[in-house]
């Protein structure tokens, strides 16, 4: 398959062709998705031809959208510019044996992280309680539960209400009713009805999930268990200030911390990275 810098080279100056994007996001799967594309200002003009060219790439994509700026707000949602097809919005996205469905404009989902989400979902054992925090359209809940059937519970906790809409919906297409327990509201005042229960908890908001430590510590069961903790930092003091903050939180609540593994899930801006830390919680004595 020709990449789309080179369907593109007799339509677009030479010396713009190379800001044309090598990778853009697909969501969706074979019956229908919508690509998500990051195009700099310079190439404004060529916005409609770039649109296309990637519906000609991938036969499935209905609806070229471009970023306008970061994700923003308590939602974590971006504002979408339609640049080509139809306003399609709503999709349902195969991974890994699963479906989600989702409007892309309204929740965060991305497909990048599915490799994150088989990670965590892997080291799940038969017979864990499990509370997502920051829950979207389920992507996490639902990736535990299906590859780890025997899993006892996976409470997912999200307040926007329109992710939460779809990840009822996404519980029901993928028939875990029981198993993935939706739950509506902030993790402030949903996570302390779940206290003492919990095995295993994951926290996937980067941007602030340690002022939520406090509720995911009072999740775990005495004896403690694993938190998946998400944050940002410099490539200059990688997983350092990351796992700092949790081990002095974890103290502070009675746990000692260790760290099992950290690892970069995804670049987020020039030299600052998403970053995952399991870490694994006993019981300080
Ligand atoms: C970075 S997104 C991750 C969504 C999902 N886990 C995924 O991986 O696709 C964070 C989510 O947390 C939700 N959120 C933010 N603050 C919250 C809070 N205080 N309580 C519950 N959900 C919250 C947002 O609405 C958003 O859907």
Request: proline content about 6%; overall charge positive; aromatic content about 10%.
């Amino acid at each position: 398959m020709p990449s789309l810098r080179e369907l593109l080279k007799d339509l677009i100056p030479g010396d713009l062709l190379k800001l044309v994007p090598s990778s853009f996001d697909i969501v969706g799967s074979r019956a229908g998705a919508v690509a998500i594309v990051e195009i700099p200002e310079e190439l404004e003009p060529y916005k409609r031809v770039i649109a296309e060219k990637i519906m000609e790439l991938h036969k499935n994509v209905r609806a070229v959208y471009r970023k306008l700026g970061e994700r923003t707000g308590e939602y974590r949602v971006r504002e979408l510019e339609l640049i080509g097809g139809e306003s399609v919005r709503e999709v349902l996205h195969k991974e890994h044996g699963y479906l989600l469905k989702l409007d892309v404009t309204q929740v965060y989902f991305s497909p990048r992280e599915a490799t994150e989400r088989q990670r965590v979902a892997s080291k799940v054992k038969p017979g864990e309680f499990v509370v997502v925090m920051f829950a979207g359209v389920g992507p996490f809940a639902i990736a535990i539960a299906k590859k780890q059937p025997l899993v006892d519970k996976v409470v997912a906790i999200e307040i926007n209400p329109v992710a939460y809409k779809y990840m009822v919906e996404n519980i029901r297409l993928n028939r875990l009713e029981g198993k993935v327990v939706p739950v509506l509201g902030d993790v402030r005042e949903e996570a302390p009805k779940f206290a003492g229960k919990a095995d295993r908890v994951v926290m996937p908001l980067p941007k602030g999930a340690y002022m939520y430590l406090r509720e995911a510590f009072a999740c775990f069961k005495r004896e403690g268990g694993v938190l998946h903790f998400y944050y940002w930092d410099r490539e200059d003091d990688l997983f350092k200030r990351g796992f700092e903050i949790v081990r002095k939180s974890a103290e502070e609540h009675g746990f000692k911390a260790e760290l099992q593994e950290a690892r970069v899930v995804s670049p987020y801006a020039p030299r600052v990275y998403k970053l995952a830390f399991d870490v694994l919680l006993s019981r300080r004595i």
